[in-house]
Nanobody
Framework: VQLQASGGGLVLPGGPLRLSCAASGSIFSIETMGWYRQAPGKQCELVADITSGGTTNYADSVKGRFTISRDSAKNTVYLQMNSLKPEDTAVYYC??????????????WGQGTQVTVSS
């Protein structure tokens, strides 16, 4: 299983950015897809995730600014980030919790994509 993330970059404060992450490989079913981030000198934290049923979960710091969505047919998750702040600067990692076959649960991470919010 591979996770291919894209969409990071440099953006001005207040601007938008959208991240995408596509899962590929031999997958039986995907349970949860999400995004984590790690800023320099800080612990990795959950940004947002979404279940197969569409239930979403957000970090308090991004509620109202970020929106996570999912295209199950494409095994792809998106993170629309609006009103970006300098404190959103971090490496963002895609995460996928899935079943490789019935009863065989596993977790995968993408390669990380840098998001820098700066003027």
């Amino acid at each position: 299983v591979q996770l291919q993330a894209s969409g990071g970059g440099l953006v001005l404060p207040g601007g938008p950015l959208r991240l995408s992450c596509a899962a590929s490989g031999s997958i039986f079913s995907i349970e949860t897809m999400g995004w984590y981030r790690q800023a320099p000198g800080k612990q990795c934290e959950l940004v947002a995730d979404i279940t197969s049923g569409g239930t979403t979960n957000y970090a308090d710091s991004v509620k109202g600014r970020f929106t996570i969505s999912r295209d199950s047919a494409k095994n792809t998750v998106y993170l629309q980030m609006n009103s970006l702040k300098p404190e959103d600067t971090a490496v963002y990692y895609c995460n996928c919790k899935l079943y490789l076959r019935p009863g065989m649960f596993s977790q995968y991470w993408g390669q990380g994509t840098q998001v820098t919010v700066s003027s």
